[in-house]
């Protein structure tokens, strides 16, 4: 057996772990915007239209005598309290703050003031709708200890939702244990999620 052989043989191994340093240094050079994975970034804080603004449900404003007092939260504890620090910023009082579970739907939030001056946010989660195109997109890399596949990487898509199905399509490539040889594949397929 000749050098060349054997350096063949014994680098046939590092193949996948080459390609995927490669891709790695590609992204991270290319990409517009790298997401820190270690720490989790709140998203910003936006302002909600005033409720003359808002179209879809065309409701006028109407003025009424209100309490003498409303009760109010002071800006710097809550700012501290929610890691917002925009909060000790904002002109205005602070009469009421809200957590709001994720959700597949729209969630609708109604601000009531009471005849004592406080405020209670009311929310409600609206259900999915039946039809919803998507913009869903992953990707997947794995090592595989045991088994026919050392490694497998793919992208998958989820372009579309009909009601509690999802449409998922995804292409990857798959490094096989017995040869080293990288096998593409493709497909596309369904999700039911109850």
Known sequence: ????????????????????????????????????????????????????????????????????????????????????????????????AVEIQPHAGKTTAVSVLDNAGKTTILTRQEPPPFFQVKREMSAEVRYLPLGFNVMEAEVKIRPLRLGPVEIVGGAGVEVRRHDQSFGPRAYAGFEYKW
């Open 1 to 96: 057996m000749s050098w060349k052989d054997s350096a063949v043989v014994w680098l046939r191994p590092l193949i996948p772990y080459v390609l995927l340093a490669v891709a790695v240094m590609l992204f991270m050079k290319y990409a517009k915007h790298i997401p820190n994975l270690w720490q989790s970034q709140p998203g910003p804080v936006t302002v909600a239209q005033p409720a003359k603004e808002i179209v879809k449900w065309r409701v006028k404003e109407v003025l009424v005598p209100g309490p003498e007092r409303i009760v109010t939260y002071p800006k710097a504890e809550l700012a501290t309290a929610l890691k917002m620090p925009e909060l000790a910023s904002v002109s205005g009082n602070i009469t009421a």
